[in-house]
């Protein structure tokens, strides 16, 4: 089992920035992946980004591709989602995940989920 705790989001003027905190009870094995989602009211869940441990490798959703970054922190178990140029569109629950997956953007591959952090951009 992996727990996974959001933490980070806030209120932020548009065109501000966040840094959403993931940070994971163990290491998943290597082959995981992590995983930032997205919902917005009435909306259903986005992917936003994925970083693989092994590698570092990282994919990013068009949306948010040079806005956002996703970097990993090894030796704190702990995944980061840097937003920079926020946009209102850009509110909704944020959620980490872990899974073992290629398929980054769906939900389904994804076997852990966090609680989820709040994060709303005002116009």
């Known amino acids: 089992q992996v727990q996974l705790v959001e933490s980070g989001g806030g209120l932020v003027q548009a065109g501000g920035s966040l840094r959403l905190s993931c940070a994971a009870s163990?290491?998943?094995?290597?082959?995981?992946?992590m995983g930032w989602f997205r919902q917005a009211p009435g909306k259903e869940r986005e992917f936003v980004g994925a970083?693989?441990?092994?590698?570092?490798?990282?994919y990013y959703a068009t949306s948010v591709k040079g806005r956002f970054t996703i970097y990993s922190d090894n030796a704190k178990n702990t995944v980061y989602l840097q937003m920079n140029s926020l946009k209102p569109e850009d509110t909704a629950i944020y959620y980490c995940?872990?899974?073992?997956?290629?398929?980054?953007?769906?939900?389904?591959?994804?076997?852990?989920w966090g609680q989820g952090t709040q994060v709303t951009v005002s116009s």
């Open positions: 163990r290491r998943p094995f290597s082959s995981y992946a």
């Open positions: 970083i693989t441990w092994r590698g570092g490798n990282t």
């Open positions: 995940a872990a899974g073992v997956t290629t398929n980054w953007g769906a939900p389904r591959e994804y076997d852990y």
